[in-house]
């Protein structure tokens, strides 16, 4: 049969990925998707003084620096978009697309921002669009979300969708280590940019969860939806203090179904230690999705890399090898049948239950202060700890107080912790740190 | 669009589960399959009084006995075989191919030992035969296995895919108790048959293995060729042992390529207790598949029940609605192209690490003796341990003597053992259980 022939655009750790399990893999990969698959060109930024790629069974194929030579070619029936980035590469998708193409794409950032255009062009124009290798890099989630559990109305899903920052938090855990440091061995191993904020801060999962939430619940991208909050402020005595109440905390990001809309939300969240979520360490992902019909589920692997992002594009490929003469209708941005709100909620109605950790002076009716003020919001107690005094410098003797709520609207939970703030035994702000039970 | 009408054989747990998912979930299962499924027509044993089901929401379709009626009713498109076991459900299966209809089945008994054959004639035929249900319950693991990870050449995978044997196991380890307690247990709560034997002796889970490992390597369907070993042999002194070496016991089914041909087994193993396999407790399922390119991923969730089974059922159903125009291939039995060996191998040929258990009398020497024999063997040891003596009754007291080995193959470890029981001091037969690291 003929080969359905690939324009690579990028050929950096995951392109080179790429055409490495095609050649390796050529035959089996053929039987697969009933026709070889065949990189045909690769566009790069500075070609150097290469112009053609040749691989350990000599199968050989152009560099290109030219984007028009890769995005004219007719012999080209799949770009594989793996550059990155805004532009060019929205750009070069949708002349890919509008030329009659099938597209790849690695790119999350792309399809979190831009998807819904880019599906319905896909749509126009009768051909395919995949994102697998966008999300959680080998693990294929979207297929299971999408196709394995479409049986299903999904509840909520919630995940370790950045390696980075697991990294960071699986070291604080396990080592006792303060966040910088924590970082500083992140960026020396290479798991984290020079300018860490994209990671750290939650924006690359706030991508991630938008498309998430879109194939889940049909709703639309709404990547300014999802609320983003970092782990940059998490403190070793947090980590610590989660332990001892039998809990990990681990950077999440949370889509939940309310009556009245959609929880999108990225945050550090105590999870119970018991959980396999939480025993998820290290650069790993892993993402559990729930389902009226299949209870709980959970997906693990390598959220990035050559080897595990290639696995997921090729997926891709051999799918449209496969079904090349079918359009799948886009799995993103399906409404639901039954009217159900998709907006996603403003942070004040989210409901969690919280852990608190304030510093009070070491006198006696500080907790009776607290726990009073909880009382009057109607927010339920699930503990209450005070610990030993913290050698505090200059000031006077402090102890830590931590507490866990039960489930409560955030909105009630600010204006309690707003209450507590202004006691006058209370020394800093309050750290709070959302809980998930995932049960 | 015209809807697809699909006939239920069989309306227990999994076919009410399957009318109950495509009844509330009509409206979003039409939109992701393009076009309706329905309830045609269900097959009983007994109809008893009902000849008709009606759900809450008012769609009703008729109760058969005859299953004639149901196999040659041309309304009918797919036929979802639902009432395992071998005859009448194999010629059942035949006469729907052969007539020209897609058959989804949740029975792994029947393409374990006939699938080759069943996909040959839906292949004739150019119909569907699909089986995502028969395997680890509502985990997509067929569809992450065939098409997630088809780019990857898979090196071997590992699963909990008896959900009564992880109860039973996963009892004895946190309550402490002896297998036939827990055994009980499981049956009183209705996990385990008044006959566990297809569950606890690793029937069932070979069968699974069998399928997975055919997917996984495209080797020939080879239910004989799983080696199977059963948990009732599993002492609670094991448990607490293995424990104490940083290993939990679970009932594993492993495939592993191996350079000769392929390790089928299903036995019980020592899983180092930091996996997040040996964390996953109770009823549930998960599989880890180790790809060349993704490396390792883990799929987890319910093994069994209305929601999760009927969920798998589902989701085959609207691939073949999507899809129904395509003939897919096979996914089984479609053997590499690199020709490398595919037979199973016998079980003197498989490697592994051991853990082994033996009671001897406390005297001096009687180590030295043991490390001996491995030592003549070249069987390299990671870990030896004497525990305190045991009470014996009237015999002479004896002391219980744990080791773990490196990986060794099976004819040298089992030569090792025979020498070692041939030992005066030893008192009885060597407890021997595998280890298997998941590295």
Redesign the interface.
Known sequence: MTPLNIGLVGLGTVGR?VAD??G??A????????RPLRVHAALVRDAGRATAWRDERGHRFEILTDADALLDDPDIDIVCELAGGEEPALGWTRRALAGGKHVVTANKALIATHGESLFALAQEHGVSLRF?AAIAG???IV??L????????IEWLAGIINGTGNYILSEMTSHGREFADALGDAQALGYAEADPTFDVEGIDAAHKLAILASIAF?APLEFDGVMTEGISAIERADVAFAAELGYRIKHLGVARRRAEGLELRVHPTLVPA?R?LA??DGVMN?VVVH????????????GAGS??T??????D???IA??S??V??SPIS?P???NAPLGALAPDDFRSPFYLRLEADDRPGVMAAVAGIFGASDISIEAILQKEPTAAGDGPLTVPIILLTREVRERILREAVVAIEALQAVRTPVVTIRVETLG
Chains 1, 2 share one sequence.
Not at 27 to 34: P, T, V, Y
Not at 146 to 153: D, F, H, K, P, V
């Open positions: 990925g399990i095609l390796r893999g035959a089996d990969i053929e039987r697969r998707a009933g697998e080998g693990i294929p297929k299971a999408s196709e394995g559990l479409a049986g299903n109305r049909g018991g396999l025993s998820v892993a389902g009226d019909a299949v209870g709980s589920t959970l997906y693990y692997g390598a080897g595990p290639g696995s997921s594009v090729v997926a490929l051999i799918d496969r079904g003469e079918l799948p209708r399906a639901a049948a039954d």
